[in-house]
């Protein structure tokens, strides 16, 4: 029952290496993308005059952009390497070693949110340089960069096991990933939606990550940062749950 530390070391540090090899596709580009974002989204709502919800927009803004960095990369990493495995042959590599289901799952989240927090860290550099901010709550801000990674490392581990072709690993992305992340309040208060829109919200998971990052920076919320805590880890628990069972037995992954 111990655990293979050298094995679970060594599979963590291939997924490290694996989007740092490309480190121009896998950090530079998200920070182009994100200033990218703001500058258009700020000059298209007025520059630095509008206001959102007594916050400035283009710092309003900020911080949902720099979660949805985070996000998208930590899910990019691991559903890559899975479907990637997959498709070359080479899944044998991690059924084969003395790994167990969990194991083999926290070296691949363990990727995952390296690269989120490293794409974090270096988007949010970029955008302190447009966007001065601080942080109103610093540990607030370092759980929900640390939990979001980890949630969305874990939903990509989901899709990279699900997924038997890079058009249902597409179709994971374009339909699922994306829409939640836009229509989570990255780009406005959702106190301004019609009371169905603003209910739905709610049961949005990345509508926590958004609005507890951005509580930890400008000090505003739309929410309870302690209910979005709760949802973040409950979240959590339930995804590692069901990923370390289906890749225990092998779901999807043996022929």
């Known amino acids: 029952m111990r655990m293979n530390l050298i094995g679970t070391l060594t599979l963590c540090k291939r997924e490290t ?21 703001l500058a258009i989204l700020t000059l298209a709502q007025g520059g630095q005059t509008r206001n959102m919800e007594g916050v400035p927009y283009s710092q309003f803004i900020a911080p949902g952009l720099i979660m949805m960095a985070i996000v998208q990369n930590a899910f990019a990493n691991t559903s890559s390497s899975l479907m990637l495995a997959k498709i070359q042959g ?27 927090v490293l794409v974090g860290i270096c988007v949010s550099g970029a955008v302190y ?7 109103a709550h610093p540990l607030i801000a370092v759980f929900h960069v640390l939990a979001a990674s980890v949630m969305l490392a874990l939903f990509g581990v989901v899709t990279g096991v699900w997924s038997q072709s890079f058009d249902q690993l597409s179709a994971i992305t374009n339909y699922i990933i994306t829409p939640l992340a836009f229509l989570s309040g990255t780009f406005y208060s959702i106190r301004h939606l019609p009371a169905f ?13 958004i609005d507890g990052f951005r509580y930890a920076i ?13 949802v973040m880890l409950v979240t959590t628990v339930i995804m590692w749950a069901i990923i370390q ?11």
């Open 90 to 116: 080479v899944i044998i590599d991690f059924l084969m070693p003395p790994l167990t289901g969990a194991e083999i799952t926290l070296s691949l989240v363990a990727g995952g949110v390296v690269r989120g």
């Open 218 to 230: 400008v000090g505003y919320s739309d929410s309870s940062p302690l209910m979005g805590i709760v």
């Open 245 to 255: 069972t289906a890749i225990t037995r092998g779901w999807r992954l043996k022929s």
């Open 197 to 209: 829109w603003y209910h739905l919200c709610h049961f949005n998971p990345f509508f926590y990550m």
């Open 17 to 37: 290496w694996r989007f740092l090899k490309v480190w121009n596709q896998t950090v530079v580009a998200p920070m182009v993308t994100t200033l990218l974002f």
């Open 129 to 135: 340089i447009f966007v001065p901010f601080t942080l």
